[in-house]
């Protein structure tokens, strides 16, 4: 897998994949333009009338429920179905689930639509297979990513998805094998939004790249070490942000496969 990695990120950035992104207020600014930064063009589209549009004319969308209201609901369900009908692929960010009966609700029905990847903190993802209703606080993770593991199985053999549990060890399953990733740097966690980039790339990468599991690893060991050479020319975490772009811009081969941290089970 290690040495095919490279590729897919190089993939990527010729062939600019178009990514539709239904994501929420906080992240829209940093998801676009880390998008762009690594080769991808984003596209933001919410309105119910042009939705199904957009999901057809883009290789992947992403659907993040982080600031989630009544009318976004509506259309994200309906991005869902489009995508499911249309075959694209597409990721769900289950952003606070099992913070409130609401969230809950409307994940239940995107998972109706079978999303190509779930990715999550270990929370989310725990609280999406209820498997532990009272480990979310917001949306941060009250649990570590290995804890998740079997919440991740049940979920992807109920919904035929690719599973990434982010945290301080990332971890991707499909049931079948097991990818776990050390890359990135706590200060990450400093910096909003961070998760919600990485499910941004995760739809550049299975847009264009047919094996699902190595464009996850491409997505996720990318941001995690632009965020780790980033924080070498940081002071915090508002510099963090700015380097971090400019990293997945310029990352080079070199530095990708010195850093790399990346195992399978």
């Known amino acids: 897998m290690e040495k095919h990695l490279w590729k897919h990120i190089q ?50 969308s992403v659907i993040n429920i982080g600031t989630l209201d009544e009318y976004w609901s509506e259309a994200m369900l309906l991005a869902a179905e489009t995508a499911q009908t249309l075959g694209k692929p597409w990721v769900l960010d289950p952003v606070g689930a099992g913070a409130s009966p609401f969230r809950d609700k409307i994940l239940r029905k995107l998972l109706d639509f079978n999303p190509t990847v779930i990715k999550g903190n270990a929370s989310e993802i725990m609280a999406l297979a209820q498997a532990n209703q009272e480990t979310t606080k917001g949306v941060d993770s009250m649990a570590e990513s290995n804890e998740a593991i079997d919440a991740a199985n049940v979920l992807a053999k109920t919904h035929g998805a690719l599973i990434c549990i982010s945290g301080a060890e990332d971890i991707i ?25 990485a499910s941004a790339l995760i739809g550049a990468f299975i847009g264009i790249v047919e094996d699902k599991v190595e464009a996850v690893a491409a997505a996720m060991t990318l941001l995690g070490i632009a965020g780790q050479l980033a924080e070498k020319q940081s002071e915090g975490p508002a510099s963090l942000q700015l380097h971090l772009i400019d990293k997945l811009y310029a990352l080079s081969e070199k530095e990708y496969y010195h850093y790399l941290k990346l195992s399978r089970s």
């Open 173 to 197: 399953t499909d049931t079948t094998q097991t990818v776990h990733i050390a890359n990135g740097t706590p200060l990450m966690t400093k910096v909003t939004g961070m998760g919600c980039t």
């Open 11 to 60: 993939h990527v950035k010729s062939k600019g994949p178009l990514v539709h992104n239904m994501t929420n207020y906080v992240v829209m600014n940093n998801t676009a333009n880390a998008l762009l930064a690594v080769g991808a063009s984003p596209i933001m589209a919410h309105a119910k009338s042009e939705v199904s549009d957009m999901v057809a004319l883009a290789d992947a």
